[in-house]
């Protein structure tokens, strides 16, 4: 008996050890396996579809060279290119947001063809030769305008200012006393960050100008930030800041230090910029035309999108569609074509449910993509391959910040796919990415795949309210041909969507004050507050806004983009030529014409058409809008002398 007293214990400690086991078995390994069967089960297959057959090639990038803007005439801005490694990438996509006519080149004496020079991206002997400064240097005095950029030396006493003092510890400029001259009047127009304090160096370095005569802007340690020396009807600025930097931060969405809202406000760092030279250049050129950034000649560009990420926003989707309908407006809803199960939702494309986007279709919309897994892993997404298709393409989220089985570039081709396939004549060319997570990789796989345009990014994070070209790899080395249109309003922050029509209106008409676009994010997750809002919205801006769908927004900005815009004057008579790109016609795009200018009938020049009414009307305010350009053409206009 003594030795079978500890076999008892033993036997105990074994049953203790199965029950265990079995508890785990129930509690933890077969809940695992019951979601490996349900992920393998719980798959909605399409019969018939199968694709898309093509496959994608991401191409090599082609490095972005300044000598692809090297023409025009001399009432252009011209850039002297000082360092052809610098941002200057982020300075031509934002003047051509804007609509600044402009040239880039590395040669002086071009550029002192054009009165206005601006030295991009920093000014000293290493740079340029000495015989190069001192011609700089005469360009003001004969009544030129310069522009310098980090003046480090050289031209020191043009400028008008000692010395330049390096620093990466001032974190923003004031604008204020150049705000009404550049026609800054909102007060989130005047200040521009350059970094965050708390961080304890900037995410931009500065040069302060001491011992300056005219200051117009100064740095937040009390510097001198912007600087003018006049010349008669001559004058030399200098920048202590880097515009080119501060724009490509916003551009490839890398200014985090730089954001002072993410959205739900107004965030024109980067128009604040750009307006601040295109008043230096306006001042300096007397035939400064520039091109408008409203279709129509609208103040403001409304585009209304809808993210369709939830079971019940597909056919609730179909009641905003209506709305906009009534109102003569096309809207863009970003389908998220999920055909899994999974952590996030239960399967949202169906058979069934595809009859809402064929509605959607039928009601005039336009239908873009919104991925197929909708995760915010996707910022960690391999490229892939290129030959994804659906059905073998399965990716399911498992996690809040976890998925598997996704790529880039099977997001994009299979989820346009199926929308193409199920809801047909639908063209899906328009992409915005759940909870918008936004991979390096995106805007190439974007062209890649067929995608014109997208709407990654909230203003708050781009530091504008403008669209851009987007560019590879999120950096300053190439650009893509995909076009940017930043968020400015959504509906999942706090206060409810419906409270917040009037800030929203407030919002919209400062971008309105100078041509811009207010893009609109709804999840129509739920109709109430939210499509009060949208009604509200139409109501308040129909008459001056411009309301289009993304891919009609797009397009007009695309087309815009390639156009050519040229203006030379003899006497009191002036003319504009305006060349868009080959094959790529654009319709009501005004002209902002120099105070005083009136338009007159003429003939056109070789190779040119002349542009009369009704091809080309003034508007009130001066502004010359044109009905549509297809082909060069010729403008002739009266214009008082000095």
């Known amino acids: 008996m003594a030795n079978e007293t500890p076999a008892a214990p033993a036997r105990a400690g074994r049953r203790g050890r199965l029950i265990g086991l079995a508890l785990l078995v129930a509690l933890f390994v077969m809940p695992v396996a019951a979601l490996v069967v349900d992920r393998a089960t719980r798959s909605y297959t399409f019969a018939g579809l199968a694709g898309p057959p093509d496959v994608s090639r991401v191409d090599e990038p082609k490095t972005a060279s300044w000598k692809d803007h090297a023409a025009g005439s001399p009432m252009r801005l011209a850039i002297l290119l000082t360092d052809p490694d610098s941002p200057w990438l982020g300075l031509v996509h934002g003047l051509k947001a804007l609509g600044v006519p402009f040239t880039v080149t590395r040669d002086t004496g071009e550029a002192l063809r054009h009165r206005v020079v601006m030295l991009y991206p920093l000014v000293s002997g290493r740079v340029l030769p000495p015989e190069d400064l001192r011609r700089l240097a005469a360009h003001p005095r004969a009544g030129g305008t310069l522009i310098g950029v980090n003046v480090l030396g050289g031209l020191a006493e043009v400028f008008g200012f000692k010395e330049a003092v390096a620093s990466r510890a001032r974190f923003s400029v004031d604008l204020a006393a150049a705000a009404d001259w550049a026609g800054l009047t909102e007060p989130e127009e005047r200040v521009l960050r350059l970094g965050n304090p708390e961080a304890g160096t900037a995410q931009i370095g500065t040069h302060a100008y001491t011992d300056a005569g005219e200051v117009l802007a100064r740095f937040d340690d009390g510097s001198a930030a912007v600087t003018r020396r006049r010349f008669g009807a001559g004058a030399a600025y200098a920048l202590g800041f880097d515009p080119g930097a501060l724009l490509l931060a916003g551009q490839t969405a890398r200014g985090q230090d730089l954001e002072r809202a993410y959205v739900n406000a107004y965030v024109p760092q980067g128009e604040a910029i750009l307006r601040l030279i295109r008043r230096i250049w306006r001042d300096g050129e007397p035939l400064a035309v520039s091109l408008g950034r409203v279709p129509q000649g609208k103040s403001l560009a409304v585009v209304l999108t809808h993210d369709v990420d939830y079971t019940r926003s597909l056919p609730n989707a179909?009641?905003?569609?209506?709305?906009?309908?009534?109102?003569?407006?096309?809207?863009?809803?970003?389908?998220?074509?999920?055909?899994?199960?999974?952590?996030?939702?239960?399967?949202?494309?169906?058979?069934?449910?595809?009859?809402?986007?064929?509605?959607?279709?039928?009601?005039?919309?336009?239908?873009?993509?919104?991925?197929?897994?909708?995760?915010?892993?996707?910022?960690?997404?391999?490229?892939?391959?290129?030959?994804?298709?659906?059905?073998?393409y399965q990716p399911v989220s498992i996690g809040r910040e976890e998925a598997e089985g996704g790529t880039i570039l099977g997001e994009l081709r299979v989820s346009r796919y199926l929308v193409e396939r199920l809801?047909?004549?639908?063209?899906?060319?328009?992409?915005?990415?759940?909870?918008?997570?936004?991979?390096?990789?995106?805007?190439?796989?974007?062209?890649?795949?067929?995608?014109?345009?997208?709407?990654?990014?909230?203003?708050?994070?781009?530091?504008?309210?403008?669209?851009?070209?987007?560019?590879?790899?999120?950096?300053?080395?190439?650009?893509?041909?995909?076009?940017?249109?930043?968020?400015?309003?959504?509906?999942?922050?706090?206060?409810?969507?419906?409270?917040?029509?009037?800030?929203?209106?407030?919002?919209?008409?400062?971008?309105?004050?100078?041509?811009?676009?207010?893009?609109?994010?709804?999840?129509?997750?739920?109709?109430?507050?939210?499509?009060?809002?949208?009604?509200?919205?139409?109501?308040?801006?129909?008459?001056?806004?411009?309301?289009?769908?993304?891919?009609?927004?797009?397009?007009?900005?695309?087309?815009?983009?390639?156009?050519?815009?040229?203006?030379?004057?003899?006497?009191?008579?002036?003319?504009?030529?305006?060349?868009?790109?080959?094959?790529?016609?654009?319709?009501?795009?005004?002209?902002?014409?120099?105070?005083?200018?009136?338009?007159?009938?003429?003939?056109?020049?070789?190779?040119?058409?002349?542009?009369?009414?009704?091809?080309?009307?003034?508007?009130a305010d001066g502004r010359v809008l044109l009905a549509r350009i297809a082909e060069p053409a010729v403008l002739r206009f009266s214009r008082a002398l000095p």
């Open 318 to 392: 179909v009641a905003y569609a209506e709305l906009l309908r009534e109102n003569g407006i096309r809207g863009t809803f970003l389908i998220q074509t999920k055909y899994r199960r999974d952590y996030n939702d239960a399967i949202i494309l169906t058979d069934e449910s595809a009859q809402h986007l064929r509605r959607l279709v039928a009601l005039g919309m336009e239908l873009g993509s919104h991925t197929v897994v909708h995760s915010r892993a996707f910022v960690r997404f391999p490229i892939g391959t290129g030959d994804e298709r659906y059905p073998e």
């Open 423 to 619: 809801a047909p004549p639908a063209r899906v060319v328009s992409f915005r990415p759940g909870h918008l997570a936004y991979p390096a990789a995106l805007p190439q796989a974007l062209a890649a795949t067929g995608y014109a345009f997208s709407s990654s990014v909230t203003a708050g994070t781009a530091l504008t309210h403008l669209p851009y070209r987007m560019t590879v790899d999120r950096s300053a080395a190439a650009a893509t041909s995909v076009f940017e249109f930043p968020i400015t309003i959504e509906d999942e922050h706090l206060p409810l969507m419906g409270l917040r029509l009037a800030p929203a209106l407030e919002v919209a008409r400062k971008i309105g004050r100078d041509g811009g676009a207010l893009v609109v994010l709804t999840h129509p997750n739920i109709l109430g507050h939210k499509l009060d809002f949208t009604r509200g919205l139409i109501k308040a801006l129909r008459d001056s806004a411009w309301f289009g769908a993304l891919d009609e927004f797009g397009a007009w900005w695309s087309a815009r983009d390639g156009l050519a815009l040229d203006a030379s004057a003899e006497g009191a008579a002036a003319q504009v030529t305006i060349a868009p790109r080959t094959g790529q016609a654009v319709e009501g795009v005004a002209l902002e014409v120099p105070q005083g200018w009136r338009l007159i009938a003429g003939q056109g020049g070789t190779g040119t058409a002349a542009l009369t009414e009704p091809d080309a009307r003034q508007l």
